[in-house]
T-cell receptor, first 111, second 114 residues
Framework: GDSVTQMEGPVTLSEEAFLTINCTYT??????LFWYVQYPGEGLQLLLK?????DKGSNKGFEATYRKETTSFHLEKGSVQVSDSAVYFC??????????FGAGTRLTVKP | NAGVTQTPKFQVLKTGQSMTLQCAQD?????MSWYRQDPGMGLRLIHY???????DQGEVPNGYNVSRSTTEDFPLRLLSAAPSQTSVYFC?????????????FGDGTRLSIL
């Protein structure tokens, strides 16, 4: 079935460090891919998405490229801030199916 | 914009009690869903609905019931609460079920079963 695997956390970085959170997927159809962010005590918020191969989603300095050949959608940011501390979820959705989420990766950014 | 509203935000129950978690959205979304979030397991789908009057089971439906009498509301009922149902519950909605539609989430209900 459709599934998402993302790197285990927690990830701890210093402010201004480069961030990569790996995400790979398995899907029977042609999925759209999403990254969600969850701040403490809140629900999930859409961070970015890509709907077809080679698309790049971007938002708030975060980027992820839909790589069909490697079935990946890694999240990157060039310079993280303390305010980026949160849990990040990779997710996929295939037509007429439900959204599937990864286990989440907790990021802590220290000043 | 209110988006997706969940009530209550926190609840403590005793084993065997029943309760209903409320979810309402004001975006005229057809698709609504309930997830539970447990440490290290991401979000798991409990039940979902593709429109008023239509519901179906997700990955972990046992112990929960849902109904969808209106487009706006999608309550989740715990019939007889068990400690294994201690979790954070999220309601979400999207315009439809097609792949390019992201889901919009409520802020969650933190439920403890003693």
């Amino acid at each position: 079935g459709d599934s998402v695997t993302q790197m285990e956390g927690p990830v701890t970085l210093s402010e201004e460090a480069f961030l990569t959170i790996n995400c790979t997927y398995t899907a029977t159809g042609y999925p759209s891919l999403f990254w969600y962010v969850q701040y403490p005590g809140e629900g999930l918020q859409l961070l970015l998405k890509a709907t077809k191969a080679d698309d790049k989603g971007s938002n708030k300095g975060f980027e992820a490229t839909y790589r069909k050949e490697t079935t990946s959608f890694h999240l990157e940011k060039g310079s993280v801030q303390v305010s980026d501390s949160a849990v990040y979820f990779c997710a996929l959705r295939v037509n007429n199916n439900d959204m599937r989420f990864g286990a989440g990766t907790r990021l802590t950014v220290k000043p | 914009n209110a988006g997706v509203t969940q009530t209550p935000k926190f609840q403590v129950l005793k084993t065997g009690q029943s309760m209903t978690l409320q979810c309402a959205q004001d975006m005229n979304h057809e698709y609504m869903s309930w997830y539970r979030q447990d440490p290290g397991m991401g979000l798991r789908l409990i039940h979902y609905s593709v429109g008023a009057g239509i519901t179906d089971q997700g990955e972990v439906p046992n112990g929960y019931n849902v109904s969808r009498s209106t487009t706006e509301d999608f309550p989740l009922r715990l019939l007889s609460a068990a400690p294994s149902q201690t979790s954070v519950y999220f309601c979400a909605s999207s315009y439809d079920r097609y792949s390019n539609q992201p889901q919009h989430f409520g802020d969650g209900t933190r439920l403890s079963i003693l």
